[in-house]
């Protein structure tokens, strides 16, 4: 459903602009001529459209039509070269996008993530590559115990112009020009990106085909909407998948996350497994440690227990915490143990380093922040 920007040109396909332009009487080349300019170029406004004439961009103007880019409204630097913004959408509401640049891509296979404490450039200078985790609804509503944007509640769906239209925004404050320096992005922003399945699968067919980010590039991370998972199994462009798995058995991930009471572990790792990889592909989980709730020995032995046999990695990631939230992180010595005893096992795993906290910009902590 794209009604609450529907005079925006972000979020539409090709194809659509095309009718839009045949509609208005023009011919269907400049169909792609916008496509090009609002995905490629990632102009702002209409004026900057140097491929049509005056008089067109004039008549777009009066037929209501715009770009349709978030505002940023607040920008925050990290130290560690993080930069979190916040975005303004249409009708006012704010959502968070967050720049890394040298982050972390949601790979970590190689091992040069964890524990890799290069200096990461200041903004506008150049990287090597750069991930940007994006936002898919206003708040959230799934009511993991631990996250600080389910504080928030779900507000609303983004469009699928608003999931791009963070990306051009920040490529484009970021001065990144086409042809495409390594970009990631990583669907892991506020929101559950599987409960706005539709406009979350058209903004990727929009980034791939229009702003030119390959699919193998991307990750979305779902904290675990079973039916979703068999329905993106069957997309044939898709990002990789990340599942937020975040306990060792059900009585204790009920707890920290009570969707787990509709769809358990046996559901969630049967659709794990039942999920067609790609060559070379494989699965992430993510497992947020909370300090002596989840992050025993015994947790890191469960956990292998669950996981063995599949083509899959799990990425630790130690809690950020907040006055906010009854958990405390563990300490460094603990995420060690924990990740030990499953690289023992012979479970791949990987200790995500924290970016952007001293802004409120890493995982778990996007609640619109704004001190
Ligand atoms: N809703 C999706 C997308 C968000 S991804 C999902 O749940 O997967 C955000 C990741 O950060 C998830 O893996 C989540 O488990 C993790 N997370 C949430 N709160 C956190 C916190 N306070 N500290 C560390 N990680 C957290």
Same mark, same amino acid.
């Given at each position: 459903m794209e009604t609450l920007q529907a005079n925006s040109l972000l979020g539409l396909t090709s194809q659509e602009l095309t009718t839009l332009v045949v509609d208005s009487g023009q011919p269907a080349y400049r169909g792609q001529q916008l496509f090009e300019a609002v995905y490629r170029q990632r102009v702002e406004t209409l004026e900057e459209i140097s491929t049509l004439s005056n008089e067109y961009r004039a008549r777009l103007g009066e037929l209501g039509w715009r770009v349709g880019l978030p505002k940023i409204s607040r920008k925050f630097l990290s130290s560690d070269g993080t930069v979190r913004y916040l975005m303004g959408l249409a009708d006012g509401e704010t959502v968070e996008t967050v720049w890394m640049p040298e982050g972390d891509d949601g790979e970590t296979g190689d091992g040069s993530e964890a524990g890799?404490?290069?200096?990461?450039?200041?903004?506008?200078?150049?990287?090597?590559?750069?991930?940007?985790?994006?936002?898919?609804?206003?708040?959230?509503?799934?009511?993991?115990?631990?996250?600080?944007?389910?504080?928030?509640?779900?507000?609303?769906?983004?469009?699928?112009?608003e999931i791009v239209g963070q990306i051009a925004?920040?490529?484009?404050?970021?001065?990144?020009?086409?042809?495409?320096?390594?970009?990631?992005?990583?669907?892991?922003?506020?929101?559950?990106?599987?409960?706005?399945?539709?406009?979350?699968?058209?903004?990727?067919?929009?980034?791939?085909?229009?702003?030119?980010?390959?699919?193998?590039?991307?990750?979305?991370?779902?904290?675990?909407?079973?039916?979703?998972?068999?329905?993106?199994?069957?997309?044939?462009?898709?990002?990789?998948?990340?599942?937020?798995?975040?306990?060792?058995?059900?009585?204790?991930?009920?707890?920290?996350?009570?969707?787990?009471?509709?769809?358990?572990?046996?559901?969630?790792?049967?659709?794990?497994?039942?999920?067609?990889?790609?060559?070379?592909?494989?699965?992430?989980?993510?497992?947020?440690? @909370?300090? $002596?709730? +989840?992050?025993?020995? *015994?947790?890191?032995?469960?956990?292998?227990?669950?996981? %063995?046999?599949?083509?899959? /990695?799990?990425? @630790?990631? $130690?809690? +950020?915490?907040?006055? *906010?939230?009854?958990?405390?992180?563990?300490?460094?010595? %603990?995420?060690?143990?924990? /990740?030990?005893? @499953?690289?023992a096992a012979g479970i791949p795993a990987f200790v995500r380093r924290p970016r952007g906290r001293d802004i409120f910009a890493a995982c778990g902590q996007l609640k619109r922040t704004v001190a």
């Open positions: 890799d404490e290069e200096e990461a450039p200041a903004t506008g200078a150049p990287f090597r590559r750069a991930t940007i985790c994006v936002s898919s609804q206003v708040g959230c509503a799934v009511n993991c115990r631990f996250c600080f944007t389910a504080l928030l509640g779900v507000k609303r769906n983004l469009t699928s112009g925004a920040v490529l484009r404050d970021q001065g990144v020009q086409p042809p495409m320096q390594r970009v990631n992005i990583v669907f892991m922003g506020m929101g559950e990106p599987f409960l706005n399945y539709d406009n979350f699968i058209k903004s990727v067919q929009l980034l791939v085909e229009g702003v030119g980010i390959p699919e193998a590039r991307m990750t979305v991370s779902t904290a675990g909407i079973v039916p979703r998972i068999h329905d993106f199994g069957r997309e044939t462009v898709r990002p990789k998948l990340a599942i937020s798995l975040n306990a060792s058995n059900d009585g204790l991930r009920s707890e920290v996350m009570p969707l787990n009471r509709k769809w358990n572990l046996k559901d969630l790792l049967g659709a794990a497994r039942a999920f067609p990889l790609r060559a070379r592909e494989k699965l992430t989980f993510e497992y947020v440690l @909370l300090d $002596a709730v +989840n992050d025993a020995p *015994e947790h890191a032995r469960e956990l292998a227990e669950l996981v %063995r046999g599949m083509r899959a /990695k799990i990425n @630790l990631i $130690a809690l +950020n915490s907040g006055a *906010e939230l009854s958990y405390r992180t563990p300490s460094q010595e %603990r995420v060690a143990e924990f /990740k030990r005893i @499953l690289v």
